[in-house]
């Protein structure tokens, strides 16, 4: 069974600062990492797929990278409304099955 | 535009069903699968199952195989969770979310649909 752990559970960063979220998955996985961001009373909204691909609309401070099975979001600058949460999700079987990370809350400091 | 409609917010007694309709409109609804994924107070996203918008070939997570049934109508575009025997645990907001085969993920998501489970 495929787990995926994030890191760090909360992170207070400041408006202007780089994040770096991090997504470790148990066991060797497929490049068809995906990000998502979730703000309060909203659906999450897909932001990253395929490890390092921006979604429709998303900005060019948000990239993703991967390293083994360590996976990484960085926003390169912080801007109000990235304050929220971030899971990572990976499809781990066939027929689709899927999980996602535990989450990480980015909150402002 | 990629619109996923869900139904409204319900109530219901331990023991009893509870179905959500998902209304998929602005694309071809047989060339994408549906999932469906649960979110209880204050806790992270949990993976509940996905149905082939095609063929209707279904998939369940292990902890709700027995309780969950995933079903399409092609014809109109709709997707339908239905889970049985609720508990107080099922409590949560409900979400079907478009996937997309080639890349897999979920590029598009309902609203959401807040289930209670209460007596």
Redesign the interface.
């Known amino acids: 069974e495929v787990v995926l752990i994030q890191s760090p559970a909360t992170l207070s960063l400041s408006p202007g600062e780089r994040a770096t979220l991090s997504c470790r998955a148990s066991q060797e996985v497929s490049s068809y990492l995906a990000w998502y961001q979730q703000k309060p009373g909203q659906a999450p909204r897909l932001l990253i797929y395929d490890v390092s691909h921006r979604a429709t609309g998303i900005p060019a401070r948000f990239s993703g990278s991967r390293s083994g099975t360590d996976f990484s979001l960085t926003i390169s600058s912080l801007e109000p409304e990235d304050f929220a949460v971030y899971y990572c999700q990976q499809r781990v079987d066939w027929p689709p099955e899927y999980t996602f990370g535990q989450g990480t809350k980015l909150e402002i400091k | 535009q990629v619109q996923l409609r869900q139904s409204g917010p319900d109530l219901k007694k331990p023991g009893a069903s509870v179905k959500v309709s998902c209304q998929a409109s602005g694309y071809t609804f047989t060339s994408y699968?549906i999932?469906w994924?649960r979110q209880a107070p204050g806790q992270?996203?949990?993976?509940m199952g996905?149905i082939n918008g095609y063929n209707g070939?279904?998939?369940y997570?292990q902890s709700l195989r027995g309780r969950l049934t995933l079903t399409t109508d092609a014809s109109t575009g709709m997707a339908y969770m239905e889970l049985r025997s609720l508990r107080f645990d099922d409590t949560a907001i409900y979400?079907c979310?478009r996937?997309?085969p080639a890349?897999?993920?979920?590029?598009h998501?309902?609203?959401?649909t807040l289930v209670t489970v209460s007596s």
């Open positions: 699968g999932n994924v992270g996203l949990e993976w996905w070939d279904t998939n997570a979400y979310a996937e997309v890349t897999q993920n979920f590029d998501w309902g609203q959401g």
